[in-house]
């Protein structure tokens, strides 16, 4: 064979492969794909969101459903790569302070038609107003489910170390007192674990910042930092460092707080009701004793002035990018996905942290059979408090009005907050001097990104 | 001159035939036509990018909305006055010059010992390679393991071999840039091996046969025969690391990301990635970038303008 014609079948050989591939490539190409980011990557959520994703499919021909999940922390951060590229997906979960953002930036279908299709009086009245658009009289996002944050701690310690454990602190210094005598460092007990990754140290910040009767930013939208109730979290923070957070607390994940708590390296930590799990796994004898807790307030700062203690609401919303390929598809998952059979399963896959956002849910019978319940009773029943009483608010929004500045999400993913815990925790700049260096920071990037109203 | 002869009405005409026209290409334009090709990759694939990270970084751009206004250099205004900036370049040449200065002395050695002739050293050159071939993401995994504070295996070795009383935290921001380094070395020393050791195979043996009888013992003969020898190939080597450790961003991203432990080892990269998709202002991250790509050409420039003269001398 010569080697023109080794050449020339070489070629016809690659097209026959490419036209092969082509053709088996086209139903494919076909079909409408719809890509659901959210922020349920465990197994049981995946599973369920699978099965309902197949019956879609069932009653949709011609359309795809592609779910990806993520954790909390990456959300933003491929998102925004996401929307830097052009590359929306169809139907995402987002924070609170991105559904503003967004909807402000013009980039999010109206969701109007997905409420009214699971019927707008059925969903709490804290969803609506978390999610409702006051402005344009719009619904731009809908809470996939709800659920409040708050300390899980060891009872066997409290007991081991001469406290109540039924005894909640009320302000921080009751809390960092308890905290010492947690802490036992020839033992590698710790009184707290934090997460330190910066979306948890956001989380943390404003949580206390809104427990010292403080805010984050004024009206106009100028950043607030140097204000006295966060100089006075920053000290808060520096003392829980040095007493009773471990060295490398910065280094660990948020699950690696879980695992702290459940093999007794740490005594409290902060979190959410999909905790059980973790607990069920790797302290069954705790679990099985009654000693994983969780306290239904959390303390509040030295200037709280009789207001109460703030802490986070979980609930990212669903969000339909208007410039994504097919976001009408996208809407039409969404109304099946709220479908009051598939709704009740994806709420029921983590039972102990999502509350469901309408409120036929919550009193349907089946829910309320929910296996889990019977064990976790104390922690659904602590959050349920904490909603009804105490108005928990979303990342990042120490007071409802936050949800207006359409630089959040910018300043969230920023390393600005952050970086102000980081310097002052590690003894680098006391407390005013980082603060000042953060509202510099801040201000800064709120005037860069066009958004300066004072 | 060829000719032919055509019928016409008043006979046959002795006409000379036309010479065939060469549609011929002339000579010098074939160059630029061979060549195009590879132009037109070389402006699409690099310079367009690299110019319009220039245009970008004298803009205000926000990632996703369309806000660009020209500002001059007013970005690099900001950033020369950025304590963050000063401070991700200082963090970066730490990190640069740690794990390379590490991966030269590990990699070199590895060479050398591999160059020797043992049984099994087929195999034991390819296990060499082994972490090179890891993916980055599992790399961060391993070492997040072996440094573990609670179960990690360093911290049994430090401590069950009496070498420490209480092993270092790794990951505290005391330690991670050392165990960011450490890291970084086991990664990529395999690349100074392969270079390294390639060069040792084609050195002509005579020349340590007659170091030897010049009575050179070990130590004389790597630094009078070995060094000079593999120099040109390290020249290289060192030039590429430094490049591609001054501008690693996953592994750093994956051990410690940006904020919290990430504080103690955001360089350049890290920063730049932070202000183009966190805080979104694209033209900042593009200045950011720009000084970067000058800084490295800076250096390039300067490493082989200081390896010529030192050739020549």
Redesign the interface.
């Known amino acids: 064979m010569t080697k023109h014609s080794a050449f020339a079948r070489a070629l016809r050989a690659g097209a026959a492969a490419i036209a092969l591939a082509v053709f088996a490539a086209a139903p494919a190409m076909a079909q409408k794909v719809v890509n659901v980011w959210h922020t349920e990557p465990n197994a049981r959520t995946k599973a369920v969101i699978d099965g309902i994703i197949a019956d879609f499919e069932k009653e949709n021909p011609g359309v795809k459903v592609v779910q990806e999940a993520l954790a909390w922390g990456d959300l933003d951060?491929k998102m925004?790569?996401a929307?830097?590229s052009?590359a929306f997906p169809e139907v995402a979960h987002g924070q609170a302070y991105n559904e503003r953002s967004l909807s402000a930036?013009g980039?999010l279908r109206p969701m109007n038609d997905i409420i009214a299709s699971i019927g707008e009086q059925d969903i709490f009245p804290v969803v609506r107003k978390l999610n409702y658009n006051t402005t344009e009289k719009t619904y731009y996002g809908l809470a996939h489910a709800v659920g409040a944050d708050l300390i899980i701690y060891r009872k066997d310690h409290m007991r081991e170390a001469g406290l109540d454990p039924e005894k909640a602190p009320a302000t921080w210094r009751e809390w960092v007192d308890q905290l010492k005598k947690l802490t036992d460092k020839s033992k590698?007990r710790y009184g707290l674990s934090l997460a330190?990754?910066?979306?948890?140290?956001n989380e943390d910040i404003y949580m206390w910042v809104g427990s010292n009767g403080g805010r984050l930013f004024d009206e106009k939208g100028r950043p607030t930092f140097t204000e006295k109730p966060v100089i006075e979290t920053l000290e808060f923070w520096k003392e829980l460092a040095d007493c009773c957070l471990?060295?490398?607390w910065?280094?660990r994940g948020y699950l690696d707080t879980f695992g702290d708590l459940a093999t007794g390296?740490a005594s409290m930590i902060l979190g959410w009701g999909r905790g059980t799990d973790y607990f069920e796994q790797y302290a069954p004898d705790a679990v099985a004793k009654g000693d994983i807790n969780v306290f239904r307030t959390k303390p509040v700062g030295p200037s709280a002035g009789g207001k109460p203690f703030l802490t986070q609401f979980d609930s990212e919303a669903w969000m339909i990018f208007k410039n994504s390929k097919h976001p009408e598809e996208g809407a039409a998952f969404l109304k099946f996905f709220h479908r009051a059979d598939n709704y009740l399963k994806y709420i029921q896959s983590v039972p102990v942290h999502f509350f469901p956002v309408t409120q036929s849910l919550r009193t349907d019978t089946r829910y309320l059979a929910t296996p889990a319940f019977q064990k976790w009773k104390f922690w659904i029943d602590a959050q349920h408090e904490v909603i009804e009483k105490y108005e928990p608010k979303p990342l990042m929004i120490t007071e409802w009005k936050d949800l207006d500045f359409p630089f959040i999400?910018?300043l969230a993913?920023?390393?600005i907050l952050?970086?102000m815990v980081?310097?002052v925790t590690?003894g680098q700049r006391t407390p005013v001097e980082a603060a000042r260096?953060a509202q510099q920071r801040a201000e800064?990037?709120i005037t860069?990104?066009?958004y300066r109203k004072w | 001159m060829p000719s032919t002869s055509r019928s016409s009405p008043l006979g046959p005409l002795n006409l000379p035939r036309p010479e065939p026209r060469e549609r011929r290409v002339p000579e010098h334009l074939w160059g630029y036509v061979l060549v195009a090709p590879a132009v037109l990759l070389v402006l699409g694939l690099i310079l367009y990018p690299v110019g319009y990270s220039f245009w970008l970084s004298l803009h205000?751009k926000?990632?996703?909305?369309p806000?660009e206004t020209f500002i001059g250099l007013e970005n690099f205004v900001?950033i020369w006055q950025d304590?963050?900036f000063w401070r991700s370049i200082r963090l970066g040449m730490v990190y640069a010059f740690g794990s390379l200065s590490l991966q030269i002395v590990v990699g070199v050695a590895v060479a050398l010992l591999l160059n020797q002739t043992f049984v099994g050293r087929g195999f034991v050159r390819a296990l060499a390679l082994f972490p090179y071939m890891m993916p980055t993401i599992v790399v961060v995994i391993l070492m997040r393991w072996i440094f573990n504070?609670?179960y990690g295996v360093a911290k049994f070795l430090l401590e069950g071999s009496g070498l420490m009383a209480r092993a270092p935290?790794f990951?505290?921001?005391d330690h991670?840039m050392l165990t960011m380094i450490l890291a970084s070395t086991w990664t990529f020393f395999p690349f100074v091996v392969i270079g390294v050791l390639a060069r040792l195979q084609t050195i002509d043996l005579e020349l340590y046969a007659a170091a030897k009888v010049d009575g050179a013992g070990v130590l004389r003969q790597f630094w009078h025969v070995t060094l000079p020898q593999i120099r040109g190939v390290l020249f290289v080597i060192v030039l590429l690391r430094f490049m591609f450790m001054f501008t690693k961003f996953d592994l750093i991203w994956l051990f410690?990301?940006?904020?919290?432990?990430?504080?103690f080892v955001?360089t350049l990269p890290i920063y730049t990635f932070?202000k183009?998709?966190?805080?979104?202002?694209?033209g900042?991250g593009a200045a950011l970038s720009v000084i970067m790509f000058t800084m490295l050409s800076a250096f390039a420039a300067a490493y082989f303008r200081l390896f010529r003269r030192d050739e020549h001398a």
């Open positions: 951060k925004q790569a929307l830097a052009g930036k980039l590698g330190g990754p910066g979306f948890f140290i471990a060295p490398d910065l280094s390296k999400a910018e993913n920023s390393t952050v970086d980081t310097e590690r260096r800064q990037l860069q990104l066009g | 205000s926000h990632a996703y909305m806000i900001w304590e963050d504070d609670s935290v990951f505290d921001p991670v410690a990301g940006a904020g919290g432990l990430g504080y955001r932070v183009s998709f966190g805080e979104l202002q694209v900042f």
